[in-house]
């Protein structure tokens, strides 16, 4: 990694790593960690450069980050090659990244959640322990995703608010033990 700083490289190599650990591509990743780390837009040399990979896996990574939302597309005045920034604002950034994973895994889980339940009712070698397996887990994405979406809805210093005081919420709801 070329031009790099030792924590940056270090960091780049991290975000790698952990993206492999969230089904992400290290290149994907690590693309993401550098055009986070970097102050202006970058365009696929620059990566390229950076993080010596081929030019073919830095053009994937850019479309797949694009893709999720999280990285943009920017024109810089005098050059004519395309640049690439990251979002910058880290709540707004897993705000979209829990977006597109909700999209991505949870809706589909919850039509074929809805689905299977459907045709347990119908189907009589379907057994009622696993019917109820299936409304439980059905039951549990809905709360989870309708608490989602009040949540999405809040601005970020709510929710810095809200996640800051912890324990203190529940004792004040009278939840805590």
């Known amino acids: 990694m ?4 030792p924590v940056q490289r270090k960091f780049i190599l991290h975000w790698g790593e952990m993206g492999t650990r969230w089904g992400v591509n290290r290149t994907v990743a690590q693309v993401h960690a550098l055009l986070y780390l970097s102050p202006e837009p970058l365009n696929a040399d620059d990566i390229v450069d950076a993080l010596d990979v081929a030019r073919s896996n830095v053009s994937t990574s850019l479309k797949e980050l694009q893709g999720w939302g999280i990285v943009t597309l920017v024109h810089v005045a005098g050059d004519k090659r395309d640049h690439f920034e990251s979002m910058k604002d880290v709540w707004e ?3 979209v990244v829990l977006d597109e994973r909700k999209k991505r895994e949870c809706d ?11 045709e347990a009712e119908k189907d009589k070698a379907t057994d009622e322990y696993t019917e109820e397996r299936l409304r439980d887990l059905y039951k549990f994405f809905e709360a ?17 608010k809200f996640v800051k005081r912890g324990d203190k919420v529940l004792k004040v709801l009278g939840l805590a033990g």
């Open 2 to 5: 070329n031009k790099l700083s």
């Open 93 to 95: 950034m897993f705000r």
């Open 108 to 118: 589909p889980t919850m039509r074929l959640l809805r689905d299977c339940i459907v």
């Open 144 to 160: 989870t995703t309708e608490w989602y979406g009040q949540v999405r809805r809040w601005p970020t210093t709510t929710i810095v």
